[in-house]
């Protein structure tokens, strides 16, 4: 086998008898394959850290997140982006996913985006991409033209980059100022990216949006008081963050927080100072949103 394949291409040893196995060998198959990722990201945590910070001290200058990607990392980046604003009540510009072909191609496979380096040109002068964002391309292979030509555009405007990618040769690492390579392997099924390296994309990602939420404050604790109330499940969440942090009964936390317009940090000010939503907000204006140091 030529060595030149992308190891992500090559045929995995322990599957290839996968097409004549039981329903739970196949199953057995795939779990064990999928135990590794966990494995190889450990041995990243390091750089993964960087990441985090680099991303964070954008945020705090005023800066925005860009996930780019074709394909399942681009999917993949759309995901971890729409979950910030209801997790973290951010506003949707903050973090943004982008995929090659559009949001069509959330659905369907768009012939030939990830190889063209004009869409990528005209996805991100579309977004006005500034010196205090973060622009990070995500790719198993790290060789598509799309995600190369996005990285490369952005260390052209002095903008930070990272790559996220499960293969050591990726080009698009040579315009990333941080590099994250989790080597997964070959896959169960040869090439189907979407599964071990669809892991560890989604693993990682979670990791730098969550890492770069919890330094600018958005947890207190590992309670998600930035939570944005938006349905029955959610609500239950934040009377129950309520009543934990500020010692209340529940009903004290659900009545300040249908009074005050669902805002959980607020609400935990009011109920811990005995004092109204104006003042708890300001409290938390001047400590930049951060609860810990009102608190504390």
Same mark, same amino acid.
Request: include cysteine.
């Given at each position: 086998?030529?060595?030149? !394949?992308?190891?992500?291409e090559?045929?995995?040893?322990?599957?290839?008898?996968?097409?004549?196995s039981?329903?739970? =060998?196949?199953?057995?198959?795939?779990?064990?394959?999928?135990? $590794?990722?966990?494995?190889?990201?450990?041995?990243?945590?390091?750089?993964?850290?960087?990441?985090?910070?680099?991303i964070a =001290?954008?945020?705090?200058?005023?800066?925005?997140?860009?996930?780019?990607?074709?394909g399942?990392?681009?999917?993949?980046?759309?995901?971890?982006?729409? @979950?910030?604003? &209801?997790?973290?009540?951010?506003?949707?510009?903050? /973090?943004?996913?982008?995929?090659?072909?559009?949001? %069509?191609?959330?659905?369907?496979?768009?012939?030939?985006? =990830?190889?063209?380096?004009?869409l990528?040109?005209?996805?991100?002068?579309?977004?006005?991409?500034?010196?205090?964002?973060?622009?990070?391309s *995500?790719?198993?292979?790290?060789?598509?033209?799309?995600v190369?030509?996005?990285?490369?555009t952005?260390?052209?405007?002095?903008?930070?980059?990272?790559?996220?990618?499960?293969?050591?040769?990726? %080009?698009?690492?040579?315009?990333?100022d *941080?590099? !994250?390579? !989790? @080597?997964?392997?070959?896959?169960?099924?040869?090439?189907?990216?979407?599964?071990?390296?669809?892991?560890?994309?989604?693993? /990682?990602?979670?990791? #730098?949006?969550?890492?770069?939420?919890?330094k600018i404050?958005?947890?207190?604790?590992?309670?998600?008081?930035?939570?944005? &109330?938006?349905n029955? $499940?959610?609500?239950?969440?934040?009377?129950?963050i /309520?009543?934990?942090?500020?010692?209340?009964?529940?009903?004290?936390?659900?009545?300040?927080?249908?009074?005050?317009?669902?805002? /959980?940090?607020?609400?935990?000010?009011? #109920?811990?100072?005995?004092?109204?939503?104006?003042?708890a907000?300001?409290l938390? =204006?001047?400590?930049?949103? !951060?609860?810990?140091?009102?608190?504390?």
């Open positions: 086998m030529s060595e030149d !394949i992308i190891i992500t090559k045929t995995n040893p322990n599957t290839v008898d996968i097409d004549v039981s329903s739970f =060998e196949i199953a057995q198959m795939i779990n064990n394959e999928d135990l $590794k990722v966990a494995v190889e990201i450990s041995k990243k945590l390091d750089v993964i850290a960087k990441a985090i910070d680099l =001290e954008n945020f705090k200058k005023g800066g925005r997140l860009f996930y780019f990607g074709a399942t990392s681009g999917r993949l980046g759309v995901l971890d982006a729409s @979950e910030c604003p &209801p997790t973290f009540n951010t506003d949707p510009n903050l /973090v943004q996913g982008i995929i090659a072909g559009g949001d %069509k191609a959330l659905r369907f496979a768009i012939e030939g985006a =990830e190889d063209s380096s004009i990528a040109k005209e996805d991100f002068d579309k977004l006005n991409i500034k010196n205090n964002d973060t622009v990070v *995500i790719s198993a292979s790290g060789n598509a033209n799309y190369i030509e996005i990285l490369k952005a260390k052209e405007q002095n903008i930070k980059t990272i790559s996220l990618t499960c293969n050591p040769n990726a %080009k698009m690492s040579l315009f990333a *941080i590099n !994250i390579c !989790i @080597e997964t392997g070959a896959e169960t099924i040869s090439g189907s990216t979407r599964m071990k390296a669809g892991t560890a994309q989604k693993m /990682v990602l979670n990791m #730098l949006t969550t890492g770069a939420m919890v404050g958005k947890t207190y604790k590992n309670f998600m008081v930035d939570v944005k &109330p938006t029955i $499940k959610l609500k239950d969440r934040a009377i129950r /309520v009543s934990s942090i500020a010692n209340s009964s529940k009903d004290d936390a659900q009545n300040v927080l249908e009074n005050n317009g669902w805002h /959980v940090k607020e609400a935990i000010i009011q #109920l811990k100072n005995n004092i109204d939503f104006d003042t907000k300001t938390l =204006e001047n400590q930049n949103g !951060i609860l810990r140091k009102v608190l504390e």
